[in-house]
């Protein structure tokens, strides 16, 4: 079956820090990718997304992040974090699960800690 | 514009109990969408909708109904609670199942005692 793995639990990181979460997912087809965060108390809210082109994607908030179609990594990247982005991260897949349908399927997500 | 609107935000039930959990779109999404949160297990997809009248399963469909009677609404209903269905619930909406991203309700959090 398809799965979505994200590689780190939580990351606490200081304000400034760079951040680099790591998202690989087990599909040998057309993907459509995304990032979600959810900050405290919140729903998910839509990042960024890759559908083709330029590999190098770049959302809201300064955040970016590169698919790289060899190692099946849609890497998520902000070069300098704030106490703001505190918050939980969620990578995800929209797979073609047959006859034109598509389902998404979520990692389990990555929470950041940011210390002033 | 409202988005995702989904009701009630708390609930706690008995074991053994049913109610139905409400969700409501005005964006005219076909397609909608139910997940429950777990900690440490990401979001999983209890069932879908492709359209009106249209409902398939997801990967953790047991013990939840669900029915999409018209574009907007989208209810989930748990047929008889338990406890191992304590959890966050998301509804979620998009234009299509392909490129469009999710837009979320805020989410209800049901606790079956």
């Known amino acids: 079956a398809q799965s979505v793995s994200q590689h780190n639990h939580h990351v606490i990181l200081s304000e400034a820090a760079s951040l680099e979460l790591g998202c690989n997912y087990s599909y040998g087809g057309t993907v459509n990718l995304f990032w979600y965060v959810q900050y405290p108390g919140q729903h998910l809210q839509l990042l960024l997304k890759?559908?083709?082109?330029?590999?190098l994607v770049k959302g809201i908030k300064g955040f970016e992040a590169e698919f790289i179609k060899s190692k099946f990594s849609f890497n998520l990247r902000k070069p300098s974090v704030q106490w703001s982005d505190t918050a939980e991260y969620f990578c995800?897949?929209?797979?073609?699960?047959?006859?034109?349908?598509?389902?998404?399927?979520f990692g389990k997500g990555t929470k950041l800690s940011v210390i002033p | 514009n409202a988005g995702v609107t989904q009701t009630p935000k708390f609930q706690v039930l008995k074991t053994g109990q049913s109610m139905t959990l409400q969700c409501a779109q005005d964006?005219?999404?076909?397609?909608m969408s139910w997940y429950r949160q777990d900690p440490g297990m990401g979001l999983r997809l209890i069932h879908y909708s492709v359209g009106a009248g249209i409902t398939d399963q997801g990967e953790v469909p047991n013990g939840y109904n669900v029915s999409r009677s018209t574009t907007e609404d989208f209810p989930l209903r748990l047929l008889s609670a338990a406890p191992s269905q304590t959890s966050v619930y998301f509804c979620?909406?998009?234009?299509?199942?392909?490129?469009?991203?999710?837009?979320f309700g805020n989410g209800t959090r049901l606790t079956v005692t």
């Open positions: 964006m005219n999404h076909e397609y």
């Open positions: 890759y559908f083709s082109g330029d590999p």
């Open positions: 979620a909406s998009s234009y299509d199942t392909r490129h469009s991203p999710l837009h």
């Open positions: 995800a897949v929209n797979l073609n699960s047959g006859a034109g349908s598509y389902q998404l399927t």
